[in-house]
């Protein structure tokens, strides 16, 4: 398998709401510590370490 | 009780009166490596002189984790069981978040080795066994007082000057192995550096005496209520003595942290009362770093000398005898002429990659429990936190990973239905046999198993019956096979079938260094 990078949640912008609702009324630590939990919880539901090297890399190299 | 520091007697070498014949092989530094070294020598009938600078065994306890690999490479020179015997067993390790625990691992759960997953034993134990077994040894010549001084490389030999109380002499071997530890000399003497990552982290290590009923268990706590926002980690050793070891933090004063009324109230919190009495203490910073080659021509670095790490995996001295392990027998071939030099770089190659594996994990585990800010604190703190509601993220709360022998990259004939614990490059599972083990029966010949089914004609094999033991770490779902092992017991190669001709071609490529 390999990341999937087209669309692939069918309410991207419920989920997408969710995620700033989760960080809603955090400071920039308490969001900093949020996000580090959620991305431990969603890189062990993937499992696959070579789509989370993937991941890792297209998070590193679209940031510009 | 405290140990006795007696100290071992020096007496003038015979070097100071008439120059001594050239010796096949001098090890420097008569600690755990050095000592280990000569004796394992000694198994293979080569003889060594044995030079230190000091007379006593090592002050405080030092290394005291003995994982089964160095339990069995002990053995097999004469000092396993009295380690077994003297030492606390454990296999259990619990890691605790705050007052609660999160994760704890069972390093042996199935019985059937000689030797346990660990023993804590104080390293002067090991050091005074391994010097009596020495003492009694026909083949290794111990020198205590005598402080190599300069060494020098020459086209057939090295050369060591050294010092004793009745003044200076020199030696000549064919080669020297560099066993002086973390600070080697020799390694100064030769202008090599280290190279590898450094920790801005201090730890705080203490032996108590206490008498308490702690289980013979490894404890280890992150951010305890006792030692607000650091780590600390309690292991039981013999004599009533246990050892704490506190982080402290880089911004610490070491000097202010080394006395004794600022450790007994940390440790009074730890403990609860104050009721012990102070054994040793240290502090203590880390790195995890290694030589680059650890043979530099006729002056072979082992142990310590070659590479060190933070000391959470027990990867340090348990390293050091993997070193031993993988050089004794390839020297003793050498020395004795039964093959080449260049066997040596395969005890090169082999123990740099050994090297490299404890490096990555001693390295992984220093970064979980001293995270730099940012990151590295971020997802540190977020495993903590996630372990006492997920159960994903206990396993990856890292305490320290406990050292295992690494499996050698070695290119050689395997099987696919034979099982993965005894691919070659592993270390041959220990197995019960009549009323002994698999491993003395092996001893540290080049060894060839026929499990299952007879050797082949001219091929000399032990013959096994498949026990469940047997079956389960040699077999797999086969019925028969043929294990080549080499002298330090780690697997060569292994067919279902094979002629002795293919048998002994893989024989003579080991010995050759090209297996």
Excluded at chain 2, 48 to 66: E, K, M, P, T
Excluded at chain 2, 448 to 464: F, M
Aim: glycine fraction near 8%.
């Amino acid at each position: 398998m390999s990341l999937i990078t087209a669309k692939n949640i069918e309410d991207h912008d419920g989920a997408y709401a969710d995620l700033l609702a989760a960080h809603r009324g955090l400071d920039t630590e308490a969001s900093a510590a949020l996000n580090a939990r959620l991305i431990l919880i969603l890189m062990n539901h993937i499992g696959d370490r070579a789509v989370l090297r993937e991941a890792i890399d297209l998070a590193r190299t679209s940031g510009t | 009780m405290a140990y006795d520091y007696a100290p071992f007697p020096y007496i003038a070498p015979p070097g100071l009166a008439a120059p001594e014949p050239r010796h096949p092989v001098i090890i420097v530094g008569a600690g755990p490596i050095g000592l280990a070294a000569a004796l394992e020598l000694a198994n293979h009938g080569v003889r060594s002189v044995v030079l230190d600078d000091n007379n006593v065994v090592s002050v405080g306890s030092r290394a005291i984790c003995w994982a089964k690999r160095s339990l069995e490479i002990l053995d097999r020179i004469g000092v396993g069981e009295a380690c077994v015997e003297k030492g606390v067993t454990w296999k259990v390790g619990r890691t605790h978040h705050r007052a609660k625990e999160v994760f704890n691992f069972d390093l042996l759960p199935d019985p059937g080795y000689k030797m346990p997953a660990f023993v804590n034993l104080q390293q002067y134990y090991v050091e005074e066994y391994l010097v009596t077994r020495c003492e009694e040894s026909d083949l290794v010549d111990l020198r205590f007082k005598n402080k190599v001084v300069s060494v020098d490389q020459g086209e057939d030999c090295a050369t060591l000057s050294i010092e004793t109380p009745d003044g200076p002499y020199t030696l000549e071997a064919e080669f020297v192995l560099a066993c002086d530890g973390a600070k080697s000399p020799i390694r100064t003497m030769l202008g090599l550096d280290f190279e590898g990552e450094l920790f801005e982290e201090r730890f705080l290590i203490a032996d108590i005496e206490m008498e308490a009923d702690f289980p013979a268990e490894r404890w280890f706590w992150f951010e305890p209520e006792f030692h607000s926002g650091q780590s600390a980690l309690l292991h039981k050793q013999p004599d009533n003595i246990y050892r704490i070891d506190l982080q402290l933090g880089w911004g610490s004063d070491p000097e202010e942290e080394a006395k004794a009324e600022n450790i007994i109230p940390r440790i009074e919190k730890v403990v609860g009362h104050s009721d012990f009495k102070l054994d040793w203490t240290s502090i203590y910073t880390f790195q995890c770093r290694r030589l680059k080659r650890f043979v530099h021509d006729r002056i072979l670095f082992v142990g310590d000398s070659a590479h060190v790490v933070s000391p959470f995996g027990a990867r340090g001295g348990n390293g050091g005898l993997q070193d031993v392990d993988a050089l004794g027998w390839r020297l003793a071939a050498v020395v004795t002429g039964r093959a080449p030099r260049a066997l040596l770089d395969r005890y090169d190659a082999e123990r740099t990659y050994g090297s490299d594996e404890n490096i990555m994990n001693s390295s992984r585990s220093t970064r979980f429990m001293s995270p730099s800010d940012g990151a590295d604190r971020w997802f540190r703190d977020a495993t903590l936190a996630l372990a006492s509601h997920a159960e994903f993220a206990r396993p990856m709360v890292n305490s320290g990973r406990l050292s295992m022998p690494c499996i050698y990259p070695i290119n050689a004939p395997d099987a696919p239905g034979l099982p993965a614990v005894s691919r070659p490059g592993s270390v041959a599972p220990d197995a019960p046999q009549g009323n002994g083990w698999l491993l003395s029966m092996l001893g540290g010949q080049m060894t060839v198993l026929a499990i299952g089914q007879p050797a082949p004609d001219g091929i000399e094999a032990i013959t096994l019956e498949p026990s469940p033991e047997i079956t389960a770490r040699y077999l797999g779902d086969e019925k028969a096979a043929i294990y080549l092992i080499r002298p330090d017991q780690v697997v060569a190669a292994r067919w279902t079938k094979a002629d002795a001709a293919t048998i002994q071609a893989q024989i003579d490529a080991i010995w050759e260094g090209r297996a």
